[in-house]
């Protein structure tokens, strides 16, 4: 038996502060299907010097086949985690019902893909339909 969960898929990996500099050393090795999502206003309030820029370098270092980008235009970070609307901090927003929309539709296609088999011609998709417009999708 498969020790880890769901035939070896890890849910909600947190990866640390990438480098840009050791991508390939730091992400390089990471051979299982992979979805990252972040937003254009996904910075750290803990660590002020990681920027939405560096929430997309794990992608970037990570090796093809089978990894996946969603970056949300507006996203914060508290929207992405579930955490908005002043669970962890006042004034904080809750997701848009256009962005839990999109990741409900693609997170689903990922796991439906992966967990099932099913081709993943949903991701594979240079324009998925369930994107806004100023989305960014990437796949590898």
Do not use: C
């Not at 254009?40 to 970037?60: C, F, G, I, K, N």
């Not at 689903?108 to 324009?127: D, E, K, V």
């Not at 998925?128 to 796949?139: F, H, I, M, S």
């Amino acid at each position: 038996a498969d020790p880890a969960p769901h035939g070896g898929l890890d849910q909600g990996v947190q990866l640390g502060q990438p480098r840009p500099a050791l991508l390939r050393q730091q992400f390089g090795g990471i051979r299982a299907p992979f979805f990252s999502i972040t937003g254009t206003a996904d910075e750290s309030q803990a660590s002020p010097d990681v920027t939405p820029y560096h929430r997309t370098l794990p992608y970037q270092g990570m090796p093809a086949p089978d990894k996946y980008l969603l970056v949300l235009a507006d996203a914060t970070h508290a929207q992405l985690s579930g955490s908005g609307a002043g669970a962890r901090r006042p004034g904080a927003l809750e997701a848009t019902p256009g962005q839990r929309h999109t990741i409900e539709q693609l997170t689903l296609a990922f796991w439906q893909s992966y967990l099932n088999g099913a081709p993943a011609t949903a991701l594979r998709q240079a324009r998925p339909p369930a994107l806004g417009l100023r989305d960014r999708w990437e796949y590898k």
